[in-house]
């Protein structure tokens, strides 16, 4: 017994570029942020975080699609948060909602499109 291998679509491929650009950008933006400061940890934790779900995506890993899930669902919910502090004002709050917005396209497109759910499942040849 084997497991079916499948090919990767290429929304997903799309969108393990777009993650591994968003965790080189949290390493980016550490230069500008105090050092054990709540921005520096969480910019920290995002590209930690934001790695573990490119290769997962990019390998197709079982677990990837929950795992992206989770992560992008957290990422909403902590610039949710973003947005409600005091110096988030003006063309500050541009970061948050961008990352709102982009984690949002990618929980409709890995729980609406049809052919992403199966990549992830481990089904049995025999």
Known sequence: MRLAHYKRPSGITTMAVF???G????LGLLVFTAVGSRDFIAL?????LGFVVVYGL????????????????????????????????GLHLLGPLFG?????????Y????RSVKPVFQRKAIV
């Open 110 to 113: 890995i729980f609406l499109d």
């Open 23 to 26: 965790a080189l950008s949290c």
């Open 44 to 48: 920290i934790m995002g590209a930690l």
């Open 58 to 89: 990019w390998t197709l890993q079982f677990w990837a699609f929950w795992f992206t899930a989770g992560y992008e669902t957290v990422e909403i919910v902590y610039e949710l948060f973003l947005v409600t502090q005091p110096e988030y004002k």
């Open 100 to 108: 709102i917005l982009m984690s949002a396209i990618t929980l409709g």
């Open 19 to 21: 993650e591994l650009g």
